[in-house]
């Protein structure tokens, strides 16, 4: 009996080798936070983005590979205001410019430290305060 095989089936063979014994690459995830931000006044406003108090559980050592944070509504559009999204307080931001960023700035930063938006109210534009904008923060990391 002779047994022949394929130039198909030798390729297969060959992937499957190298795909069981390549190397392990991080895991990614995420985590997210929503909350609807009320500006009441004019001045600073900061709203934290904690993934432990938001129920989230990140594995010990994720660093952060990327942050998303988008703000809705019409009322964040009339309102004269500077955003900026911090990591773990307020020293360390990046300025929002319109309702959407995605950065890369925080970077291998540890992903379980909260997510800071930080508002500051120059003027409300004809709108009675307070303003209202739904806010989400996504935070990207690998582990």
Known sequence: MKIRFSIASITFI????????SPAYAAASFWTGLQTIKLTSLGMHQFSYNP???????????????IEAHMEGDQIDRIASQTYVCWNGTTQCVQMYGKHLTTRFFNDFDASKPIYVVVRVDNFGGLYPPAFSPTSVTVYYTY
């Open 14 to 21: 060959i992937i499957q080798f190298f795909s069981l014994t």
């Open 52 to 66: 432990i108090q938001l129920g989230h559980t990140i594995p010990a050592g994720a660093k952060i590979h990327r």
